[in-house]
């Protein structure tokens, strides 16, 4: 099996920041796509950041400048460093992988997400 867990939600006033981890881990050949995403209530999941399969970045326009995605492939973790936050920002995080397991299938695999609460 794969699990992917993340950490680092929390409570933050407006202007602050917060890391996120998403660590992998199971029976895993090889992690191809990573990204985050989040869920405002009321909201469709949109995607925050992400890296593609060629590692390079990507990031919604609404984060660009104040979230930075980076990731550790020895230790199958990704973060996500977010500044300057805002009450907009407020939802559930979820970490998302493409991962190859030992058998060769390949699979698309969500944690349980993190909140995150922007507030004063």
């Known amino acids: 099996q794969v699990q992917l867990v993340e950490s680092g939600g929390g409570l933050v006033q407006p202007g602050g920041s917060l890391r996120l981890s998403c660590a992998a881990s199971?029976?895993?050949?090889?992690?191809?796509?990573m990204g985050w995403y989040r869920q405002a209530p009321g909201k469709q999941r949109e995607l925050v950041a992400g890296?593609?399969?060629?590692?390079?970045?990507n990031y919604a326009d609404s984060v660009k400048g104040r979230f930075t995605i980076s990731r550790e492939n020895a230790k199958n973790t990704m973060y996500l460093q977010m500044n300057s936050l805002k009450p907009e920002d407020t939802a559930v995080y979820y970490c998302?992988?493409?991962?190859?397991?030992?058998?060769?299938?390949?699979?698309?695999?969500w944690g349980q997400g993190t909140q995150v609460t922007v507030s004063s």
């Open positions: 998302n992988a493409h991962i190859q397991r030992p058998t060769g299938t390949v699979g698309d695999y």
């Open positions: 199971g029976s895993i050949f090889s992690i191809y796509a």
């Open positions: 890296f593609t399969s060629g590692g390079s970045t």
